[in-house]
């Protein structure tokens, strides 16, 4: 069974800080890896996905298949970062089930 | 706009009154999904649909139906709702292969039953 932890229900930093929030997962085969992201009174959308290797909002996120992670980092906080992110993974193709981190809640202090 | 779009936004019922709540996308997309949210438990996926006519089951089934008649309408119904069906409800849509596209989400619908 596949699995995402999101060991921190909460991080907090000042503004100009680094940031990591932390994913690891478990599933045998080859994941597809997601970082979700969930603005006050906002819908969930995309932040990034693994596949994309790319940067948004100052964001990034590195697979690493040996530590079975997916922790996403941003070197200096802003405070329109605070929001509540969710790590996802879905397995290969076939699969409809995603599945979500309990999702860690970042508040960026000025 | 491409959007998914969800009513009620927010209901109050009571314990056993039916309801359903509606969930539409107009980007044509194959799969539809409910997620609900609840502090500390993160999103769970209730059902979802890979096409007309095709749902399966999530994690969280029990307690509630759907049904997939048109490619762009995807409601949730709750026959007999319980209080601890009081949650933040999320539908969702991709195009195929759902597990490994982008999600859009709706914006939620808060529900409370008493």
């Known amino acids: 069974a596949q699995r995402v932890t999101q060991p921190e229900k909460l991080l907090s930093v000042f503004k100009g800080a680094p940031v990591e929030l932390k994913c690891n997962y478990s599933?045998?085969?080859?994941?597809?890896l997601f970082w979700y992201v969930q603005y006050s009174r906002q819908r969930l959308q995309l932040l990034l996905r693994h596949i994309s290797r790319e940067s948004i909002k100052g964001f990034t996120a590195d697979l690493n298949k040996g530590e079975t992670s997916f922790h996403l980092k941003k070197p200096f906080a802003q405070e329109e970062d605070s929001a509540m992110y969710y790590c996802?993974?879905?397995?290969?193709?076939?699969?409809?089930?995603?599945?979500f981190g309990r999702g860690t809640s970042l508040i960026v202090h000025p | 706009e491409a959007q998914v779009t969800q009513n009620p936004r927010y209901l109050i019922t009571v314990t056993g009154k039916k309801l359903t709540v509606t969930c539409s996308q107009n980007m044509n997309h194959e799969y539809m999904s409910w997620y609900r949210q609840d502090p500390g438990l993160g999103l769970r996926q209730i059902y979802y649909s890979m096409n007309v006519e095709v749902t399966d089951k999530g994690d969280v089934p029990e307690g509630y139906k759907v049904s997939r008649k048109e490619k762009r309408n995807f409601p949730l119904i709750l026959e007999s709702p319980s209080p601890n069906q009081t949650s933040l409800y999320f539908c969702a849509s991709s195009p195929p292969a759902g597990g490994l596209h982008e999600q859009y989400f709706g914006p939620g619908t808060r529900l409370t039953v008493t």
């Open positions: 599933y045998s085969g080859s994941p597809e």
């Open positions: 996802a993974l879905s397995a290969e193709v076939g699969s409809y089930i995603p599945t």
